[in-house]
């Protein structure tokens, strides 16, 4: 399963809730300024580096540039452009979005 987070860990609880009900070995894919989990030091206050031990995890890199934090990208966690975001939506069966 592939999760989709688009908010930040500092304006919703959508990122934690999601990290609480995901499974191992599914996928969560971090767009828009769900990105700042994705940083160095948003993976930590996040939750996002230990579920970085379970999860495979991957970030949105326009949406890293545009907010100018794509130097500071987590260990683990992998940029993808808009071809990989097309590409992981089609190789998970299921998607879930968290709003």
């Known amino acids: ?6 908010k930040s860990h500092r304006q919703t609880s959508s990122l934690a809730s999601c ?10 894919l971090l767009i828009e300024d769900g990105v700042y989990a994705a940083t160095q030091a948003g993976a ?18 326009p949406d890293l540039e545009a907010r100018g934090v794509a130097a500071a990208l987590a260990e683990g966690v992998t940029a993808v452009d808009y071809t990989g975001f097309v590409d992981l939506v089609a190789e998970h069966t299921n998607n879930q979005t968290w709003l």
């Open 1 to 6: 399963m592939l999760h989709i987070v688009n």
């Open 44 to 61: 930590a206050s996040a939750g996002l580096a230990e579920a970085l031990k379970r999860l495979k995890v991957y970030a949105l890199r």
């Open 19 to 28: 990290l609480r009900l995901a499974q191992d070995g599914h996928a969560l």
